[in-house]
């Protein structure tokens, strides 16, 4: 119970944002709340059940795809958002019942491949897609600030309903077996959890939010071309925000996506030819210093305390 | 005719592909580390060679010892120093640490050198060389004998050295190994290096065939993935046939269906080999 109350606080505070009033950090917060998607998204199958996914990207490009592709037949906005998390879910169940045989290193090269392979095979298709040079999406006939709003509380509600699906997951049975798959799975075979099923199952909820995220993504800046929906980045980013915040936790993904966001806008902003180092300093520190994410560390460091005084 | 030119042009190509490879090989088979950094450490041996012609006349074959020297240094630091703390960790951990070392590398080279191509024109080429109907590069020759020497030398120095057994030996059991007497640390800082020497070296040789530039590193890194998945992981054969049949099909592909299908095409090969055998051509089954 305690969990969905801090939930649906976070949420009311962060919906007051938009009356700061200013365009810039409603900018950020949509990104923040797009980190979130895809970080408690990747939490799924890569901290839940331990597999080091990198298909993140291809389901991002996929909703993306699918959204402005539907978009330029004139289908409704939302419908668009849907099919395209629809279509990311059924290719996660696809490509997932393919890959999640290998372990380790070969599925972490399978997932990342398959990004590869969809990028090349949209920019191949330039009467369909328009290949490289990319895809305009239709402005929304609204205020540009109203619009601005409506991307902010879209993101925010996709963010929200995954962090439900989080908290349900983790409590209910599909939890319970994926946390024994990462363990050790093939002990969780023996004793009854279908890990075939539970590994596709997870792969797939770490599609759909994704799937959507993209599609809204694309809605938003109004300009997709192959290399920045599919951008490895995209799916590298999750797997920092998740050790951050704290592998397998429920608020941890989306503690992480803040953290890494304000980080990510201070650096661009100061050192704009070193922020790939400066990612990569982070992500050296975090692994030596905090391997187990920030709030797992806070609480060590609490419970330390607490019998001190 | 044609084909058998295809076919050559293919060999000589996967010759330096195997020896791109099998240093990346090396190190995910006996340290289960997917090294990230290695596309990065390719284009620093490039970089080593380029400026060692520029600045000092040293032709880039002679370099790749000098590369190689150099990257073997700077792999020894990184895996005694960082690497070596989350050894044991599980895959992401250490895969998500050499991303973070490959983003600093990889921008600090590009902020040193930009990302301009830069290429080393050799001032005395060797020509060409004319076997039967097929004629190649000279200098594309000597630089894939090069590498298949290296490559040998390196089988050979696992299998006749004493530090090359103690590596093997680590790779088939690290726990036995360090109860036997073999300082595992060690063997893992020298087992990167080695790697890191592969690739600085190998770099010198593509020095004189691609353009260089930073921004190959991934391109390189991903060539590596692909010849170890052909070939199996950990074992210089594999790696010399995985280089060698992508070379080849690189070759054909590029020639049937355009050059750039040839990328997309060896990724298709990839999926499909991880599916029907994710132990490789010659690798064995359930030996991660």
């Not at chain 1, 799937?211 to 920045?228: C, L, M, R, T």
Request: proline residues 4%; glycine residues 10%.
């Amino acid at each position: 119970m305690r969990t969905w109350i801090a939930l649906a606080v976070i949420a009311a505070l962060v919906a007051l944002l938009p009356l700061s009033g200013s365009n810039y950090f409603l900018r950020l917060a949509t990104t923040v709340c797009m980190y979130a998607v895809l970080a408690q998204s990747w939490n799924f199958i890569g901290g839940l059940a331990g597999y080091p996914s990198f298909a993140t990207a291809a389901f991002f490009g996929l909703g993306a795809y699918t959204s402005a592709l539907m978009l330029a037949q004139g289908a409704p906005l939302l419908l668009s958002w849907g099919c395209a998390g629809l279509v990311a879910t059924v290719f996660a169940a696809m490509i997932g019942g393919a890959i999640l045989h290998l372990r380790g290193h070969y599925f972490a090269i399978a997932s990342l491949i398959v990004a590869e392979m969809l990028r090349e095979l949209i920019n191949g298709m330039p009467d369909i897609t328009g290949g490289g040079k990319g895809m305009n999406l239709p402005i929304l006939p609204i205020s540009v600030t109203a619009e601005a709003q409506f991307f902010f509380y879209s993101m925010l509600a996709l963010a929200v309903v995954s962090a439900a699906t989080a908290i349900v997951v983790h409590r209910n049975k599909l939890g319970f077996g994926l946390r024994c798959i990462q363990q050790n799975e093939d002990a969780a075979n023996i004793l009854g959890v279908n890990a075939y099923a539970y590994k596709t199952a997870a792969f797939s909820l770490s599609a759909v939010f994704v799937g959507v995220a993209g599609a809204i993504y694309a809605s938003w800046v109004k300009y997709i071309e192959p290399p920045d929906v599919f951008d490895v980045l995209l799916a590298v980013k999750p797997m920092v925000m998740v050790l951050l915040g704290g592998l397998g936790t429920i608020f941890g993904p989306a503690l992480g996506a803040v953290i890494l966001l304000a980080f990510e806008e201070l650096v661009w902003r100061n050192f704009l030819t070193v922020h790939a180092a400066a990612l990569g300093i982070i992500i050296v520190a975090l692994i030596l210093f905090l391997p187990n994410g920030i709030l797992s560390t806070l609480r060590t460091w609490f419970s330390r305390k607490e019998p001190a005084t | 005719m044609i084909y058998l030119q295809i076919a050559a042009n293919g060999l000589v190509l996967g010759g330096l592909y195997a020896c791109i490879a099998v240093g990346f090989s090396l190190v995910w088979g006996v340290l289960n580390v997917i090294n990230i950094l290695h596309g990065s450490f390719i284009v620093l041996g490039s970089y080593v060679a380029y400026f060692a012609y520029v600045h000092l006349g040293i032709h880039p074959f002679i370099s790749t010892v000098i590369a190689g020297a150099v990257l073997y240094g700077l792999g020894y630091l990184l895996q005694a120093g960082i690497i070596n703390r989350v050894i044991t960790a599980p895959v992401l951990i250490t895969l998500t640490l050499t991303f973070g070392l490959d983003l600093i590398l990889n921008n600090s080279m590009l902020v040193a050198f930009t990302a301009d191509y830069q290429s080393v024109n050799l001032a005395h080429p060797l020509g060409t060389v004319q076997i039967g109907p097929v004629f190649l590069p000279g200098d594309r020759v000597a630089a894939m004998v090069l590498a298949v020497l290296l490559t040998l030398l390196l089988y050979r120095l696992l299998r006749d050295s004493r530090i090359g057994r103690a590596i093997v030996a680590v790779r088939m059991d690290r726990e036995a190994a360090s109860l036997m007497g073999v300082d595992v640390p060690r063997i893992n800082a020298v087992t990167f290096a080695i790697g890191a020497f592969m690739a600085g070296a190998a770099g010198a040789l593509l020095s004189i065939i691609f353009p260089i530039s930073p921004l190959n590193g991934p391109l390189f890194l991903g060539k590596a993935f692909i010849v170890c998945v052909l070939g199996g992981l950990g074992s210089v054969p594999g790696a010399m046939l995985g280089g060698l049949v992508l070379g080849v099909i690189e070759s054909f592909t590029s020639f049937w269906f355009g050059p750039e299908r040839a990328v997309t095409i060896s990724f298709a090969l990839l999926l499909v080999l991880l599916f029907v055998r994710p132990s490789g051509l010659l690798g064995r089954r359930g030996y991660e």
